[in-house]
């Protein structure tokens, strides 16, 4: 069963991309990409028992003005690496 529903979510999921700010290494950019927003992300992803902890402890240091999060949502334009 478990081994099933990861293989699953690599299905659905793209690689993901951390990276630091040159020039302060408290800041960083994450970038998710999924196959599609309906199942991949808002099904499987958000409701998984993982981004909920996470989501969780990321609230709380939100809230402890310990993190500050802006996001954005985008297409994938199908350009690629460019």
Do not use: W
């Not at 081994?3 to 993901?16: E, F, G, I, T």
């Not at 954005?72 to 199908?78: D, R």
């Amino acid at each position: 069963r478990d081994a099933d529903l990861v293989r699953q979510r690599l299905r659905l999921a793209a690689p993901h991309v951390l990276d630091l700010a040159d020039n302060d290494p408290t800041k960083v950019v994450f970038i998710e990409r999924y196959t599609d927003k309906d199942t991949a992300y808002l099904e499987v992803h958000k409701q998984s028992a993982a981004f909920l902890t996470f989501r969780h402890k990321l609230r709380e240091m939100q809230e402890d003005g310990l993190v500050t999060i802006t996001g954005q949502s985008y297409l994938t334009s199908g350009l690629g690496f460019v």
